[in-house]
């Protein structure tokens, strides 16, 4: 049961971003430019770096959300299964693989995020924009996880529910639809 009274038939951080629009605002806008803005890295990529994110903080409304997401834009459901098992044996590039790497060190903190980190990722082709934009999606999506499990939202069980959710983040990115969301009939 969350901590405060959210919309009953919005579960996970759509309730928390209902709940308060104009801090909303500004936090979707950050992830539709992370995620689905101009980028050298693809959008199933970067749904990679917010799932080992989730995954790696527990929190199971953004993990299954961003596998969902990451599953369709992947084309395939394999590879986030494996990145969240063990990234460095994933079925990714060796550039994924270090950014993953600088995502998961990030989540850890952001003084984890070793020079060494850095060089690897460098070593393998990403640039310093695909370094800054990996640890600021991973600094993000630790915002996401922490406020939607410090205010105990509701985690669907029902692989549907995040079916839907990943077609919907994969049709309409992160922006609040016009209007809102209207309650179930």
């Given at each position: 049961m969350p901590h405060i009274p959210l919309p009953e038939h919005l579960p996970g951080?759509?309730?928390?971003?209902?709940?308060?629009?104009?801090?909303?605002?500004?936090?979707?806008?950050?992830?539709?430019?992370?995620?689905?803005?101009?980028?050298?890295?693809?959008?199933?990529?970067?749904?990679?770096?917010?799932?080992?994110?989730?995954?790696?903080?527990?929190?199971?409304?953004?993990?299954?959300?961003?596998?969902?997401?990451?599953?369709l834009l992947l084309g395939e459901s394999e590879t986030a299964r494996l990145v969240k098992l063990d990234f460095e044996s994933a079925p990714v590039s060796d550039k994924m693989k270090a950014l993953l790497n600088i995502a998961a060190l990030t989540q850890k903190s952001g003084k984890a995020v070793s020079g060494e980190a850095i060089e690897r990722a460098k070593k393998a082709g990403a640039s310093d924009l695909e370094i800054h934009d990996t640890v600021l999606i991973a600094a993000l999506f630790c915002l996401y996880n922490k406020y939607v499990d410090g205010l105990a939202t509701v985690a669907p069980?029902?692989?549907?529910?995040?079916?839907?959710?990943?077609e919907r983040i994969v049709a309409r990115g992160y922006m609040r639809p016009p209007g809102g969301y209207s309650k179930p009939a």
């Open positions: 951080i759509t309730g928390l971003l209902e709940y308060r629009l104009d801090t909303a605002m500004p936090i979707r806008d950050l992830t539709q430019i992370l995620l689905r803005g101009e980028s050298s890295l693809t959008e199933g990529e970067r749904e990679l770096i917010a799932t080992i994110v989730s995954s790696r903080n527990c929190t199971n409304f953004c993990e299954a959300a961003h596998t969902k997401a990451a599953d069980a029902d692989p549907a529910f995040y079916q839907t959710l990943g």
